[in-house]
């Protein structure tokens, strides 16, 4: 089965730093485009960051351009999302979605658990 497990969050002081992973199974990672999702409470699911199947090629919302930075192992089959200087409006639920298989343009809508970071002093 497909699986999508994501770590690494936590709670953390403005202008800290924190990595997230997301290890992928069940499904062709490297043919996947990835992205990152966050949901605050009270509010929709907002779109964070993009990283197509070979990497390299990468976009984010303007919220996060300059601070975050998402990559990936091929070989590990894992997506991660760098945060840097971190805000306390960064405070959320933070999901991995395989969004699509670019060998058949196919839409994935895999989705992981999420992993909860706070951002506070």
């Known amino acids: 089965q497909v699986t999508l497990v994501e770590s690494g969050g936590t709670l953390v002081q403005p202008g800290g730093s924190l990595r997230l992973s997301c290890v992928a199974s069940?499904?062709?990672?490297?043919?996947?485009?990835m992205r990152w999702y966050r949901q605050a409470p009270g509010k929709e699911r907002e779109w964070v960051a993009t990283?197509?199947?070979?990497?390299?090629?990468?976009a984010y919302a303007d919220s996060v351009k300059g601070r975050f930075t998402i990559s990936r192992d091929n070989v590990k089959d894992t997506v991660y999302l760098q945060m840097n200087t971190l805000k306390p409006e960064d405070t959320a639920v933070y999901y991995c979605?395989?969004?699509?298989?670019?060998?058949?343009?196919?839409?994935?809508?895999?989705w992981g658990q999420g992993t909860q970071v706070t951002v506070s002093s």
């Open positions: 979605n395989a969004w699509k298989d670019y060998s058949t343009n196919s839409l994935l809508n895999f």
């Open positions: 069940g499904f062709f990672f490297s043919k996947a485009a």
């Open positions: 990283i197509i199947p070979a990497g390299g090629i990468t």
